[in-house]
């Protein structure tokens, strides 16, 4: 490594997913000229799970920012340089003109007369001798510009032999090198779509692109399925007629690139709806007892500072069910024909956040206790409000949990977040005419919706779960004697 490499380092966007292969450049928090130190946040970036800040593991001051904000970017991508030696004076990093050779390359040689050997002057330099051994081009280095000649190559000194009547047009110059194709700010994209062996030698004999392919395997694989609906649609394309151009909409429509968390739901929602045959139940249920037991925790001392709400104990009812019936907390392994069943649950609740959907997860939470399920579910609803859910809170969910009665809907039929075997939707909580003790009589009712993986989970053990979570809700001193 030269003095100038071990100068000038870069940061590479990192993978601050599982697997993730870009993220999206939001905001710069450096500029060119700023000192920064080793563990400094120097910009925050979206990925398709959630918003990251990150740190620059070194010293120096920042000489470019290779990416402006708005720019997505591959994974191990160079995104910033840094001067760590700035005491050291001008030095040109990796990213200089080709006109600065680095220091290994050998000195050029002297200019000899038009003619001499049969070589002949070029813009820069002389040509090779036609004896002499060919050399494979250098690749050039990152963001290497070619010096363009702005006057004629300076005269050669008088050949010893007489010299013709006419001087000779001057040589054309040498063909220069293929250029590279072009890069984003210096740095190309190198993503390569996964893709097993036969799927590619299939897309090749179809003659489909795949970098063109929307994949709907796991972790972005593309399948066969992929590669034979890409070849229909561009078939689709080549026979359909040619249609008129559409008339202009003065301005009343607006497209938004579809990227980040919405670009991440929209495909898992696809996945979702399209790999789990869904079954969804309803019941409903009167929640006086539990409304008012939410009111009594707000008083509680123990209690105190923690977020109380319905939802609080509609967890720990879902929490009790699954207990009873441990058979739902499981996943479907496509890959190996099997059904894992999970001795822990990791709770998700689907949050709205400006960023779109996500599915942060609470971490064991049927080893929590009330007062610490409460915190973690202030925890986690004002980090998602911040925006600043990590990609691991949103990985290795079991079950979710998703609240649209906060929007005054009654129930709605929710899709499974990938990977996880059921999804319990909590309605309003409306005072309605209600047969209570023989009597009609006005009472707190909601609505509750359980969708869930049919591959793994039979319509009876779906429906002993939901009817034991309306169980707890309606009479919630089965919190205690059923645990």
């Not at 720019?71 to 910033?80: F, K, L, Q, R, S």
């Not at 709907?216 to 080549?238: F, K, L, N, Y």
């Not at 579809?258 to 309803?282: I, L």
Request: aromatic share 4%; charged share 20%.
């Amino acid at each position: 490594m030269t003095a100038v490499e071990q100068r000038f380092r870069e940061f590479k966007m990192p993978d601050v997913g599982e697997g993730l292969t870009e993220a999206e450049i939001l905001k710069w928090f450096v500029a060119p000229g700023d000192t920064v130190t080793d563990g400094q946040v120097v910009c925050e970036v979206e990925t398709a799970k959630a918003a990251v800040e990150l740190p620059i593991p070194f010293d120096g001051v920042v000489h470019e920012l290779r990416f402006d904000e708005g720019t997505t970017v591959d994974v191990g991508t160079p995104i910033i340089s840094v001067d760590t030696d700035p005491g050291a004076g001008e030095a040109a990093p990796q990213t200089a003109p080709a006109a600065q050779a680095p220091a290994a390359e050998k000195p050029a040689p002297e200019p000899e007369p038009a003619g001499k050997g049969g070589r002949q002057a070029n813009l820069v330099g002389y040509g090779a001798a036609p004896a002499s051994t060919k050399r494979r081009p250098r690749k050039p280095l990152p963001g290497r510009q070619r010096a363009e000649a702005a006057a004629p190559a300076p005269a050669a000194p008088a050949p010893a032999a007489p010299a013709p009547a006419a001087p000779a047009p001057a040589a054309p110059a040498a063909p220069a090198r293929p250029e590279p194709a072009p890069e984003l700010n210096g740095s190309a994209r190198t993503a390569r779509p996964l893709a097993k062996p036969p799927v590619r030698k299939l897309a090749k004999d179809l003659g489909i692109a795949l970098e063109t392919v929307t994949p709907s395997g796991p972790d972005g694989i593309i399948t066969r399925e992929d590669v034979h609906a890409a070849a229909e649609a561009v078939q689709a394309v080549q026979e359909a007629p040619v249609a008129a151009p559409a008339p202009a909409t003065g301005g009343r429509e607006r497209r938004v690139p579809v990227k980040g968390v919405r670009k991440a739901t929209a495909q898992a929602m696809v996945n979702s709806a399209f790999t789990a045959p869904h079954v969804t139940e309803f019941v409903t249920v009167d929640v006086t007892r539990t409304m008012k037991l939410v009111a009594d925790l707000k008083q509680d001392p123990e209690m105190a500072g923690l977020r109380v709400n319905p939802l609080l104990l509609v967890a720990k009812a879902l929490l009790v069910a699954i207990r009873r019936n441990p058979d739902i907390n499981a996943t479907w392994d496509e890959d190996n024909q099997e059904i894992v069943y999970k001795d822990y649950v990791n709770l998700g609740i689907a949050a709205a956040t400006p960023r779109g959907l996500i599915v942060p997860n609470i971490k064991d939470a049927h080893a929590k206790t009330l007062p610490e399920l409460a915190s973690a579910l202030g925890e986690l609803v004002a980090t998602a409000r911040e925006g600043k859910t990590s990609p691991a809170a949103m990985s290795g969910g079991t079950v979710t949990i998703t609240n649209v009665g906060v929007f005054g809907v009654d129930t709605g039929t929710p899709l499974l977040n990938p990977g996880e075997s059921a999804i319990l939707a909590f309605g309003a909580v409306k005072l309605q005419p209600w047969v209570h003790k023989g009597k009609v009589k006005p009472r707190q009712v909601t609505t509750l919706a359980l969708s869930f993986d049919h591959r793994l989970v039979d319509g009876e053990l779906g429906s002993k779960v939901l009817a034991d979570v309306a169980a707890v809700l309606e009479r919630p001193k089965r919190l205690i004697t059923w645990t």
